[in-house]
């Protein structure tokens, strides 16, 4: 049967390699697999640089996919009314070896004379469909580019608009090499403005011409200055490229003291800013900040928006763990904190901002105890956070401001997830008692250094004490 429907077979692996849609097939599923290979943790972490540029390849993926119907490989039959299915064609010439159904043997006790196109017999019964020639096949017109086409061009247009945003350099002011490779950038950018927990992206072309990298901003630029900067963790091979255009050899390993290094720097292009969900911790009225390690950035931007000017925002009481494993992280905003301290003490508002560092270890914990960072020495504490603990002081603070309204509090959270986002979370679901409970609804982000971005909007319930229900 298979013999009546297709005389002629056709070897699959010829049309794998000898057609447009097999040939196009093949680098799609290349495409793919190059992707997908290089999207693994060890690549990501060993060599960026592949991640990053085989995932530049999925504007060949949709240029191979456009192409992949142009070969018209998918028909349908044009001359269905002369050629209906199941007709017959008594010639022979084309079906030589094919054998007619047994239905319309009966008709035929003998076989076809070679000339013989119609017989008599076979044209006065109608439940038999003649052939009147020989079937015509089209190419389906290709429709793969109308749902292709609108999309691409916009996110094309979109990738215009950015490079004509970010096509003027910045101006670097300077760079500080900071303890435990770190490197903080400040610069100044014509009409630039930004908001605090927002981010931009980098790109170096003395570095990469086609890499760039995400970093939260952790200075914004205010009305009175136009200065912004980002602290850069030094971890893969961009960043130590980067940094050795920046900083000499010999700056690069400063211990204690951060250094200052003005010379000329490579040119810097930014794009943005882009929003994140830091940006909602001054829309509440208690913000629970939560930062581990380097992820202390987008918090950054926060506190120095704070101690710029506090009084505009609905903040009134924000809440600051910062944990770390090594003791030196902490001079990377030490400076900040303890003005940020001092400014809240001189204008009678001690309580607007809580400060609590913790070290997951204790060696060279004696570093710190020092004249200039006495305001933190009495804030440093030894292991994690104790979240219930912690909880209950804030409901128990902010008692009267959570009786007002059930949406003053926000959590936000940035770190690595093992370190941050099991610990808090597991302790949150633990947390609760007959006076109040929390909810939270989250979203996780992996972002370009690893760490986990928790989103939790919070809200702490009071107990109707009448029916003993929860209300809003």
Same mark, same amino acid.
């Given at each position: 049967?298979?013999?009546? $429907?297709?005389?002629?077979? !056709?070897?699959?692996?010829?049309?794998?390699?000898?057609?447009?849609?097999?040939?196009?097939?093949? /680098?799609?599923?290349?495409?793919?697999?190059?992707?997908?290979?290089?999207?693994?943790?060890?690549?990501?972490?060993?060599?960026?640089?592949?991640?990053?540029?085989?995932?530049?390849?999925?504007?060949?993926?949709?240029?191979?996919?456009?192409?992949?119907?142009?070969?018209?490989?998918?028909?349908?039959?044009?001359?269905?009314?002369?050629?209906?299915?199941?007709?017959?064609?008594?010639?022979?010439?084309?079906?030589?070896?094919?054998?007619?159904?047994?239905?319309?043997?009966?008709?035929?006790?003998?076989? $076809? +004379?070679?000339?013989?196109?119609?017989?008599?017999?076979?044209?006065?019964?109608?439940?038999?469909?003649?052939?009147?020639?020989?079937?015509?096949?089209?190419?389906?017109?290709?429709?793969?580019?109308?749902?292709?086409?609108?999309?691409? &061009?916009?996110? &094309?247009?979109?990738?215009?608009?950015?490079?004509?945003?970010?096509?003027? *350099?910045?101006?670097?002011?300077?760079?500080?090499?900071?303890?435990?490779?770190?490197?903080?950038?400040?610069?100044?950018?014509?009409?630039?403005?930004?908001? +605090?927990?927002?981010?931009?992206?980098?790109?170096?072309?003395?570095?990469?011409?086609?890499?760039?990298?995400?970093?939260?901003?952790?200075?914004?630029?205010?009305?009175?200055?136009?200065?912004? /900067?980002?602290?850069?963790?030094?971890?893969?091979?961009?960043?130590?490229?980067?940094?050795?255009?920046?900083? %000499?050899?010999?700056?690069? #390993?400063?211990?204690?003291?951060?250094?200052?290094?003005?010379?000329?720097? *490579?040119?810097?292009?930014?794009?943005? %800013? $882009?929003?994140?969900?830091?940006?909602?911790?001054?829309?509440?009225?208690?913000?629970?900040?939560?930062?581990?390690?380097?992820?202390?950035?987008?918090?950054?931007?926060?506190?120095?928006?704070?101690?710029?000017?506090?009084? +505009?925002?609905?903040?009134?009481?924000?809440?600051?763990?910062?944990?770390?494993?090594?003791?030196?992280?902490?001079?990377?905003?030490?400076?900040? @904190?303890?003005?940020?301290?001092?400014?809240?003490?001189?204008?009678?508002?001690?309580?607007?901002?809580?400060? !609590?560092?913790?070290?997951?270890?204790? #060696?060279?914990?004696?570093?710190?105890?020092?004249?200039?960072?006495?305001?933190?020495?009495?804030?440093?504490?030894?292991?994690?956070?104790?979240?219930? =603990?912690? $909880?209950?002081?804030?409901?128990?603070?902010?008692?009267?401001?959570?009786?007002?309204?059930?949406?003053?509090?926000?959590? =936000?959270?940035?770190?690595?997830?093992?370190?941050?986002?099991?610990?808090?979370?597991?302790?949150?679901?633990?947390?609760?008692?007959?006076?109040?409970?929390?909810?939270?609804?989250?979203? @996780?982000?992996?972002?370009?250094?690893?760490c986990c971005c928790c989103y939790c909007l919070c809200s702490i319930l009071k107990p109707n004490s009448k029916t003993g229900e929860d209300h809003l």
């Amino acid at each position: 049967m298979s013999q009546f $429907f297709f005389p002629f077979s !056709q070897d699959p692996r010829k049309l794998l390699f000898t057609t447009v849609p097999g040939l196009t097939g093949v /680098g799609m599923v290349l495409v793919l697999f190059l992707m997908i290979t290089a999207s693994t943790y060890a690549i990501r972490v060993s060599n960026y640089d592949i991640f990053w540029y085989t995932h530049n390849l999925f504007f060949v993926f949709y240029m191979l996919l456009m192409l992949h119907v142009s070969g018209g490989l998918l028909k349908y039959q044009a001359n269905l009314d002369t050629h209906p299915p199941g007709c017959i064609n008594p010639n022979g010439t084309r079906y030589q070896n094919v054998h007619l159904p047994d239905h319309s043997l009966e008709h035929f006790h003998e076989s $076809f +004379p070679g000339g013989l196109s119609k017989p008599d017999e076979l044209t006065k019964n109608r439940s038999v469909k003649i052939c009147m020639e020989e079937p015509r096949f089209q190419a389906n017109f290709p429709q793969t580019w109308l749902w292709i086409s609108g999309p691409l &061009c916009l996110y &094309c247009a979109e990738r215009l608009y950015r490079c004509i945003r970010s096509n003027k *350099p910045v101006t670097i002011i300077s760079v500080i090499s900071h303890p435990s490779d770190v490197m903080e950038i400040r610069m100044i950018k014509e009409n630039f403005k930004a908001r +605090p927990g927002q981010y931009i992206i980098l790109h170096c072309p003395s570095v990469s011409a086609l890499e760039n990298h995400p970093f939260t901003l952790t200075m914004c630029p205010t009305e009175t200055k136009a200065t912004f /900067g980002v602290h850069l963790k030094i971890v893969g091979d961009w960043t130590e490229r980067f940094r050795d255009l920046l900083l %000499p050899p010999s700056n690069q #390993d400063s211990e204690i003291l951060p250094f200052i290094q003005s010379r000329k720097y *490579p040119k810097l292009y930014i794009d943005g %800013p $882009f929003g994140s969900p830091f940006e909602e911790s001054l829309n509440y009225e208690v913000s629970l900040c939560v930062a581990g390690g380097i992820g202390v950035t987008p918090f950054a931007s926060i506190l120095n928006t704070l101690l710029d000017d506090w009084k +505009p925002y609905k903040l009134r009481r924000l809440y600051f763990i910062w944990v770390c494993r090594d003791i030196q992280s902490f001079r990377w905003f030490a400076d900040l @904190l303890c003005v940020l301290h001092n400014k809240f003490w001189q204008e009678n508002r001690p309580d607007y901002v809580n400060i !609590q560092l913790y070290l997951s270890q204790t #060696d060279g914990i004696q570093k710190i105890i020092g004249e200039k960072y006495q305001a933190l020495n009495s804030r440093l504490f030894i292991g994690r956070p104790r979240w219930k =603990l912690l $909880f209950d002081e804030i409901a128990k603070c902010n008692r009267g401001i959570f009786h007002l309204r059930h949406d003053n509090l926000v959590i =936000l959270a940035w770190g690595s997830p093992w370190t941050i986002d099991s610990f808090l979370f597991n302790d949150i679901h633990r947390t609760s008692d007959k006076h109040s409970r929390i909810n939270f609804y989250s979203v @996780l982000m992996k972002t370009w250094e690893f760490c986990c971005c928790c989103y939790c909007l919070c809200s702490i319930l009071k107990p109707n004490s009448k029916t003993g229900e929860d209300h809003l």
